[in-house]
DNA sequence: TAACATTGTTAGCCGATATTAACAGTATTG
DNA sequence: CAATACTGTTAATATCGGCTAACAATGTTA
């Protein structure tokens, strides 16, 4: 049920498949530049991804995902992207450490943690009224520290 | 900004603290059972902690934290405390799940965020009428994949 | 095409963290 | 108090993932 790959090697074919997406071909000084690790340390991952069957790679070529790499890839980045949506639109933690701490979490959380939290950004955004208003109850008192006044009022009235 | 110990190391410290609440004394084999390492392992650990000044340990005898290390601790396990709260009483994960997502987690999310998701959490189930009638609803579709014939009743209504 | 710039690899190293095997210290108890 | 059992440490080793220095391959351009 464990990870079948180390948090580095996740963030290598994540890296991979994200550099992948506009550019046609992938390069070590890329990912190296993406990741900020040096070259070589790139070039061991890559190895050892390869042997894994994880990528295809060929000495000073480019770098492809295989298919079981492409795999592992969209898992770690729908983990992330599910870590940050949540950071983001519910909690109202600023992109940037959302990002951060998205890029941490995602080699964390189970993906059937994963999978219940992104279920719960989905019902609590999706609804007919659009952003509830206790969500926005939440961030007003999470930015100041106090209540804005309608809820107030209405938490009263519904005592 | 970032953690000043290791993931491994602030579970050493967040074991030793856990274990000095029931007992007297922490030893060295307690530690190693709690966290599924020999006990050369754990040995090597606390060297490293004693020279931080986080522990006081001498050879063969128990072992303490300072205070130092029993804030670290304290940190380390507010954040687990946080996390796992959160995954039981928001998304419904069952306890033995939780409690392992947590421990990895709790060395990922940075405490800007946890103290966030605390917040949160509290934010939620401290309203004045007990937990809220949408998380009641979530859970029900998160268990049982469609809605509570009320809630879809009081969504018709409302739209 | 020769010189240069860029890119990638290799070799060797380091620190962190875990392991096993062997040993040393401590505690219990017959 | 001596034998035994338990607990803890040491030493040697392994793996992982990073680094630098040096070198090799590739690409560009004068």
Not at 62 to 73: F, N, W
């Amino acid at each position: 049920m464990d990870r079948e790959q180390s948090p580095s090697m996740e963030d290598y074919l994540e890296a991979i498949s994200v550099l992948a997406r506009g550019r046609k071909v992938v390069r070590v000084t890329q990912i190296s530049n993406m990741l900020g690790v040096k070259k070589p340390s790139v070039t061991s991952a890559l190895k050892k991804l390869r042997e894994a069957n994880l990528i295809e790679h060929e000495r000073y070529g480019y770098v492809e995902l295989t298919s079981d790499g492409q795999r592992v890839a969209d898992d770690v980045f729908r983990r992330h992207e599910i870590l940050r949506h949540f950071l983001v639109e519910i909690l109202g933690i600023d992109q940037e450490r959302a990002s951060e701490d998205a890029c941490k979490m995602e080699h964390a959380i189970s993906s059937v943690t994963a999978e219940k939290l992104s279920k719960f950004v989905d019902f609590v955004l999706s609804r007919p009224q659009g952003e509830p208003e206790w969500l926005k109850s939440f961030k007003h008192y999470s930015e100041h520290g106090n209540f804005p006044a309608e809820c107030v009022t209405k938490c009263e009235r519904e005592k």
